[in-house]
């Protein structure tokens, strides 16, 4: 072998070795952009989330019903926990206030004290459902995932503000004012979609949400009674403006539904969409009536607490354990009433039967005397209380699916200014007789009156299937008419 086979045999292996250190590399950098290319658990969850979806009784509505939940628990829990923070207020006002009086002895005093204060925790109640039609409209506009996380940080800014107060009228704005605001725009919208994510389990999801309150009311009476005890009601506000980020986070979690298409929002299609709902005639009725019994809603967990503990003598512990057994009831009422929504057949009967009985039980008030009766009534309102679960599912049985968010939005409405009405009734009648008896009686009986009116909804349902009838005998003789002139022709 002479040397110019030798060089052309070394060459040409030098050559073979660089094809293979080429093809190595070209194969170290695909598999590496290929690698670069392969989403990360981070990026596939937010291309989710971005994504809308179509899927009905999915796994990811339930998704939805937790996120309703969180947001339930926030904004219920901390409205209907107020009257912990009620008593603390009152003290405190009480103290430095220029009449004298104690913390029990307001009544037939001339500032009212006890009225004025209610209406720091009424405001939010108030403006919570009174927005309620604007924040599904902005829903249409927006996005329920942007209007909720917005709902929330106001929620938690007005808790914070009410931390550094000195008097009733900034309690009132920032606590009543502004997380009232917050309240209407975190839960409402997130409540009122819930209807579109389920077909069989629609009565179970909105009662697993809405037992949120009560779930709340037995978490947080007990902390926010302990904070108050040991470090006042300004911790409590801190505390409360704390945990209300809960519902910014699951906000992140809500992907809309696909057919929730964004529509330019004016004032003149709220008002539209408003008086569309209005003019169903069996909708109407049921929405007036069913507000009446709203009246006893808020006074009862506003002002059990100190009843409790002026009129029977208990500590502030144990008059807020009173919330507590009301809780534990109506959580385990509330989703046991969600199950029995999905099979009976006739929801509105049911709400009726539990409207009564909750009427019959404050109309007997005044003979719960002493401490134990007292744990008694709270259970039974806890019972009763489950009325919550069955309002939230009863407008789509009747406006069907497609005015659920816009019927659910004018029912907040109405009902949110009757039930604000009562704390400030029950305190200023507390004022003028010294005790809450009559306040009792009276929100009673409304809601005796409000389940026995509600029958005319068996004559409304009637009427209303005798119209849907007509009318589509007389869509089906049009075409008929119109087969038979075409077979003739």
């Not at 809603?297 to 807020?320: F, K, N, P, Q, T």
């Amino acid at each position: 072998m002479d040397d110019t086979d030798c060089t052309t045999e070394e060459s040409t292996v030098e050559h073979s070795q660089q094809e293979t250190h080429s093809v190595a590399s070209t194969s170290d950098h695909t598999h590496s952009f290929q690698a670069a290319k392969t989403p990360t658990l981070c990026s596939l969850i937010l291309t989710t989330l971005r994504e809308p979806t179509d899927s009905v009784d999915s796994g990811w509505s339930w998704v939805i019903c937790a996120c309703s939940f969180v947001s339930n628990f926030v904004v219920l829990g901390t409205l209907a926990s107020f009257g912990v923070l009620y008593t603390g207020l009152l003290e405190f006002y009480t103290k430095s206030n220029t009449t004298n009086g104690g913390y029990c002895d307001t009544n037939k005093n001339e500032s009212g004290i006890s009225a004025v204060t209610a209406w720091i925790g009424n405001q939010a109640v108030f403006l919570t459902f009174l927005l309620a039609p604007f924040s599904t409209s902005l829903v249409a506009r927006w996005g329920v995932r942007p209007v909720t996380m917005t709902g929330s940080a106001f929620v938690s800014a007005g808790a914070f503000l009410t931390a550094a107060t000195n008097e009733i009228w900034q309690a009132i704005l920032t606590y009543g004012v502004i997380l009232g605001v917050g309240a209407s725009l975190s839960v409402i919208p997130v409540t009122g979609i819930l209807p579109a994510y389920f077909n069989k389990r629609t009565s179970l999801a909105m009662c697993i949400a809405r037992s949120a309150l009560w779930v709340a009311g037995l978490a947080m009476v007990p902390i926010n009674q302990t904070i108050l005890d040991h470090y006042g009601w300004r911790a409590v506000c801190i505390f409360i403006g704390s945990y209300s980020l809960l519902s910014f986070v699951s906000g992140l979690l809500i992907r809309p539904r696909v057919q929730q298409n964004k529509q330019k929002l004016t004032v003149k299609r709220i008002v539209v969409q408003a008086c569309n709902t209005q003019r169903h005639l069996r909708f109407s009725v049921w929405l007036w009536l069913t507000s009446l019994h709203y009246f006893s809603v808020y006074l009862v967990l506003h002002h059990l607490i100190r009843h409790a503990e002026c009129s029977v003598g208990a500590s502030g512990r144990d008059a807020a354990l009173l919330l507590i057994y009301t809780s534990v009831c109506g959580a385990v009422s509330g989703v046991l009433v969600g199950y029995i929504g999905d099979y009976v057949s006739n929801r509105i009967m049911l709400l009726q039967l539990i409207m009564f009985s909750s009427g019959i039980v404050n109309i007997c008030f005044p003979f719960f005397k002493t401490y134990s009766e007292l744990v008694g009534y709270s259970i039974l309102v806890g019972v009763f209380g489950s009325f919550r679960m069955l309002v939230a599912v009863i407008p789509r049985d009747i406006v069907g699916l497609e005015e659920i968010v816009n019927a659910w939005g004018i029912y907040s409405l109405i009902a949110g200014v009757v039930a604000a009405a009562g704390p400030p009734f029950g305190g200023w009648i507390y004022d003028f007789t010294g005790s809450y008896n009559t306040a009792f009686v009276v929100c009673g009986c409304l809601s005796v009156i409000s389940s026995l009116s509600m029958f005319s909804d068996i004559y409304l349902k009637r009427r209303q299937e005798e119209k849907l009838n007509k009318k589509e005998k007389l869509e089906s003789g049009s075409e008929s008419a119109v087969v038979s002139f075409e077979t003739s022709v």
